[in-house]
Each structure stands twice: as structure tokens, then as C-alpha cells.
């Protein structure tokens, strides 16, 4: 299984654009990247999956290197409502790894006025 | 329907109770979890049924015991529990053996005393 290392926490303002990196290092060829976005007493929920280069949602942008080994998620004008945990996995598109099923420890973002 | 959809979303038991947790979703998802998230800790992975048989147990304790009746809910029967099993446990759906993109419910906040 990839494991992922996020930063424990991030600090931004609003209107600003926030980009959390995860590394993993030890990424297979068959593992995709996923982030998930969790409020406070919330199941947590999807926000975007790449497998490498750029992938662009309405809400967030992945960037993948070529060699894969780290992912940044961004997130374009920030605002309060950001505030939130972000978590990074990485495993197998169906799961035959387990590595979408594990959550590593997650980034606290805080969103100030 | 796109949400999961758990209940109670709070419960109190004694250590000598019987009690179920019930999650629910109405998107023709064939796999359904169930996590377990202690405060300030990422989701942990307890079980997971695929086309409604069990296809991970994580070595949870007995005390916990999945029942997955239809493809649509899934219980999580509860007895004897530790006050150290107080936690948000959360349900969760996914297409088919799709892992990635999970659905989550709100989860049901468990208080053993």
C-alpha cells in the first residue's frame, strides 16, 4: 500500500488560492490519487481523483508530476466555508489494493477573514 | 436520491445493551462500508460488503457484527461494547467494486457509558 504525508495544517486567507501536497512515494503503476474534503462531525466527501498530469473540477484542480510521487491538491478563492480537513489516498482504480480504503492522517486547513 | 442516509445520529448504551446502527442508500451502489473515526483521527475501515457478502472484516472485535439484508441498507449490531468504542461511525457507498469515490453518510455519534 502507498503511503501518503500530508502536512498536519494549513493557514490561508480567504480569496487566496491553497494548495496541499501529499507525497507517496511508493505509488504503483496501478494506484489513482483521491482527495476528500471532511467537516467537523461529517462523513467525509469526494472532491477529486487523478491518475497523473492535470485533472480540473468545479471546485478543485489536481496536479500530478511524471513521476508521480506527490499530488497537489488545489483549491482556487478560498473562503471560510473551506475550512475543513483534507485527506489524500492513494490506491488501486477497484480497490484490489486497499489503498482507497485507508486515510492517511490529514491536512487541517484554516480559512481566515 | 444521492445521499447515505444513517440513524440514530446520536446514541447512548450501556455496556450491557443491544443496539443498531442503520445505513441507508438508494443509489444502486453494490458496495457499502462502514468506518469507525475516533475525534481528531482520520476515518478507520471496518468492514466492507460487496454484492451484499462481507469481503473485508479488519479484525474488528465480535463485539461489532455487519448485516448487509439488501443491497440498499446495512446494519451495524452492537453489543457489550468498550467505553473506549465511543466514536462517529460512519457508512458509506460506492458503484460497484469502484472504490474511490465513496459516498458518505453524516454517521451516528456513539457514546458508551
Known amino acids: 500500500l502507498a503511503k501518503t504525508t500530508q502536512p498536519i495544517s494549513m493557514d490561508s486567507y480567504e480569496g487566496q488560492e491553497v494548495n496541499i501536497t501529499c507525497s507517496h512515494n511508493?505509488?504503483?503503476?496501478?494506484?489513482?490519487i483521491t482527495w476528500y474534503q471532511q467537516f467537523p462531525s461529517q462523513g467525509p466527501r469526494f472532491i477529486i481523483q487523478?491518475?497523473?498530469t492535470k485533472v480540473t473540477n468545479e471546485v478543485a484542480s489536481l496536479f500530478i508530476p511524471a513521476d508521480r510521487k506527490s499530488s497537489t491538491l488545489s483549491l482556487p478563492r478560498v473562503s471560510l466555508s473551506d475550512t475543513a480537513v483534507y485527506y489524500c489516498?492513494?490506491?488501486?482504480?477497484?480497490?484490489?489494493?486497499?489503498?482507497?480504503?485507508?486515510f492517511g492522517k490529514g491536512t487541517k486547513l484554516s480559512v481566515k477573514p | 436520491d444521492t445521499e447515505v442516509t444513517q440513524t440514530p445520529k446520536h446514541l447512548v448504551m450501556g455496556m450491557t445493551n443491544k443496539k443498531s446502527l442503520k445505513c441507508e442508500q438508494h443509489?444502486?451502489?453494490?458496495?457499502m462500508y462502514w468506518y469507525k473515526q475516533k475525534a481528531k483521527k482520520p476515518p478507520e475501515l471496518m468492514f466492507v460488503?460487496?454484492?451484499?457478502?462481507?469481503?473485508i472484516n479488519e479484525s474488528v472485535p465480535s463485539r461489532f457484527s455487519p448485516e448487509c439484508p439488501n443491497s440498499s441498507l446495512l446494519n451495524l449490531h452492537l453489543h457489550a461494547l468498550q467505553p473506549e468504542d465511543s466514536a462517529l461511525y460512519l457508512c458509506?457507498?460506492?458503484?460497484?467494486?469502484?472504490?474511490?469515490?465513496?459516498?458518505f453518510g453524516p454517521g451516528t455519534r456513539l457514546t458508551v457509558l
Open positions: 458509506a457507498s460506492s458503484p460497484g467494486e469502484v472504490w474511490n469515490e465513496q459516498f
Open positions: 511508493n505509488i504503483a503503476t496501478n494506484d489513482y
Open positions: 487523478g491518475y497523473k
Open positions: 489516498l492513494v490506491g488501486d482504480y477497484y480497490g484490489g489494493s486497499q489503498g482507497n480504503l485507508i
Open positions: 443509489m444502486g451502489h453494490r458496495a
Open positions: 460488503y460487496s454484492y451484499e457478502k462481507l469481503s
